[in-house]
């Protein structure tokens, strides 16, 4: 049973904009780190984009840098991916994650809660 609430994904040309938010259930989850896999068909699933709520730190993939924000509201413990310039190679399920524990944003297999999945297609 998903524990985040995604919304936000759609369908969109090339070089459009989409946002994404993912929200987390209640304080726990404040100073957690949040962000954004995607996998699309027949490939693996790939790190976006994460910060830990509170902080400065962000990580992005480099193939989404410059194009895609993220941002929080920290009293919703909520997330938000901008994501512009979409490209059709950005078209995947996005699914967002979190973990509470002191580790790094970017130690991958601490994730341990998830959204249920948002679709992004981005049409050339």
């Known amino acids: 049973q998903s524990q985040l609430v995604e919304s936000g994904g759609g369908s969109v040309q090339a070089g459009g904009s989409l946002t994404l938010s993912c929200a987390a259930p209640g304080h726990t989850y404040r100073d957690s780190c949040m962000g954004w896999f995607r996998q699309s068909s027949g490939k693996e699933r790939e790190e976006v984009a994460f910060r830990r709520l509170g902080g400065v730190a962000t990580y992005y993939a480099d193939s989404v840098k410059g194009r895609f924000t993220i941002s929080e509201d920290y009293a919703k413990t909520t997330v938000y991916l901008k994501m512009t310039n979409l490209k059709p190679e950005d078209t995947a399920m996005y699914y967002c994650?979190?973990?509470?524990?002191?580790?790094?944003?970017?130690?991958?297999?601490?994730?341990?809660?998830w959204g249920q999945g948002t679709q992004v297609t981005v049409s050339s």
């Open positions: 994650a979190a973990h509470t524990s002191p580790y790094t944003c970017d130690d991958w297999h601490r994730y341990n809660t």
